[in-house]
């Protein structure tokens, strides 16, 4: 699994996210969107999922977006091409249901920006009107600007800070067209608070509400149970049975609990290791 491309997309305020293009044809071959593959950048490092941005089928190659924030991924931006990964395993999880829904509205927000693009383009392709919401904390922070007004037919930029597009939050704004009009299904990939509050906002229009869920994963072949949720009620395993859900029906409380599980520890090693 040779690294071919990097790409440094940002790199604002201690805030860096990369793109790495892995030749991985066997993966590249039956990839879908919404799906995500489990890496480790070295022998005795930790397994993380990434979800796969974009495939190219032709060149065998996969790309995947990612943040530099823990010990693992800071371990993963230090590659360069040439340089290999210890091992990728993929395409894991189900693939996002690609169908024509009608009025389809995508939030995303931070690195999620980059989960929904793949989405954004199967949606589109089946014949789908799309809507976008991206959401950053300020203009710098922004990413994949261009390539979603290309899969989207009307895009709107919240940022906290007012700097680009409109102050506020996704959700101010998936409110707004909520209530103007009827949208056949929203979908949702970012921080957790963020999809909560957006699953709360659509649940109040009785809009059809998928979320691409980031728990915590060790194994992501369903042997481990690590990436539990409970919707509905139901146990499900992330890698397994997701990672797309039905927003209105997450026990976010309890998913934002097991999501801060390794906190401490997690913040030893990356003091440990700089």
Request: charged share 25%.
């Amino acid at each position: 699994m040779k690294i071919i491309n990097k790409k440094i997309i940002n790199d604002v305020g201690g805030v860096r996210i990369t793109q790495l293009d892995i030749q991985a044809s066997d993966i590249a071959s039956c990839a879908l969107p919404g799906q995500f593959v489990m890496l480790m950048a070295s022998e005795k490092g930790e397994r993380i999922p990434l979800t796969l941005v974009h495939t190219d089928k032709i060149r065998g190659m996969v790309s995947l977006i990612f943040q530099e924030a823990g010990f693992t991924t800071k371990s993963l931006g230090k590659l360069n091409p040439n340089d290999t990964l210890y091992s990728l395993v993929g395409p894991l999880g189900h693939p996002t249901e690609i169908k024509k829904y009608g009025k389809v509205i995508l939030v995303g927000g931070g690195v999620g920006i980059a989960e929904i693009l793949p989405v954004a383009r199967a949606l589109k392709q089946a014949g789908n009107h799309i809507t976008t919401i991206l959401g950053s904390r300020n203009k710098d922070l922004l990413i994949l600007e261009t390539e979603l007004k290309d899969a989207s037919d009307q895009i709107y930029i919240m940022t906290d800070d007012g700097s680009y597009g409109r102050k506020g939050f996704t959700t101010d704004m998936l409110k707004e067209l909520l209530s103007k009009e009827k949208y056949d299904l929203v979908y949702s990939v970012g921080p957790i608070p963020m999809m909560k509050r957006v699953a709360l906002v659509s649940k109040g229009y009785n809009t059809k509400t998928l979320v691409s869920l980031n728990a915590l994963m060790v194994d992501a072949t369903g042997m481990c149970g690590c990436c539990r949720v409970t919707v509905f009620g139901q146990v499900k395993f992330s890698c397994v049975d997701g990672p797309d859900f039905d927003g209105h029906g997450v026990d976010w409380e309890e998913l934002e609990k097991r999501n801060k599980a390794y906190s401490v520890q997690e913040k030893h090693i990356c003091n440990l290791n700089g």
